[in-house]
């Protein structure tokens, strides 16, 4: 007896599963985005600077898919309403380095809490093993996003 209607079927769920939580997940990031009086672009930019320190107005471009005439607008808004500092990097006074206002951080976070306490609790009752996989399938997924965004600015649409 042949297992492949019912992987198809699982497959198809998947699938399924992937694109609500992708929709639910942006109309979410839209909702916070709100709450803090930011548009969806500021909010990317910022939860990469919280995640990584800091980053040049390029990297930020990329992260956020903007031109960099659009994040030079963006982070002056940002440095303007107190969420972001900006210095020039000694290294190339040509590169401006970017930086989450440390007494913001609590802030930008505030919106995440109770999802995140009840996401918590959600991965509570899964295995190691359970937890590796969804690592791995998220990792897999990041690849797959940043191969098409490539892809789409390249202009391939093939």
Same mark, same amino acid.
């Given at each position: 007896?042949?297992?492949e209607?019912?992987?198809?079927?699982a497959?198809?769920?998947?699938m399924?599963?992937?694109?609500? @939580?992708?929709?639910?997940?942006?109309?979410?990031r839209?909702?916070?985005a709100d709450?803090? %009086?930011l548009?969806?672009?500021?909010l990317e930019?910022?939860?990469?600077?919280?995640d990584? $320190?800091?980053?040049?107005a390029?990297?930020?471009?990329?992260r956020? @898919?903007?031109?960099? %005439?659009?994040v030079?607008?963006?982070?002056?808004?940002?440095?303007?309403a107190?969420?972001?500092?900006?210095?020039r *990097?000694?290294a190339d006074?040509r590169?401006?380095?970017?930086?989450?206002r440390?007494e913001?951080?609590?802030?930008?976070?505030?919106?995440?809490?109770?999802f995140? %306490?009840r996401?918590k609790q959600?991965?509570e %009752?899964?295995s190691? *093993? *359970?937890?590796?996989?969804?690592?791995r399938?998220f990792?897999?997924?990041?690849a797959?996003?940043?191969?098409?965004? *490539?892809?789409?600015r390249? $202009?391939d649409t093939?």
């Open positions: 007896m042949s297992h209607p019912a992987r198809a079927s497959i198809a769920d998947l399924r599963a992937g694109r609500e @939580n992708s929709r639910l997940s942006m109309v979410f839209y909702a916070v709450r803090l %009086g548009t969806v672009s500021d930019c910022l939860d990469h600077l919280a990584v $320190g800091s980053a040049t390029g990297q930020v471009a990329e956020t @898919n903007l031109t960099t %005439g659009a030079t607008s963006m982070l002056r808004r940002l440095q303007q107190g969420w972001v500092t900006a210095e *990097d000694p006074r590169r401006v380095i970017v930086t989450l440390a913001r951080a609590a802030e930008l976070e505030q919106p995440y809490e109770r995140a %306490g996401a959600l991965i %009752g899964y190691v *093993d *359970d937890l590796r996989l969804l690592v399938h990792d897999h997924l990041q797959l996003y940043l191969a098409e965004l *490539d892809r789409l390249g $202009g093939a």
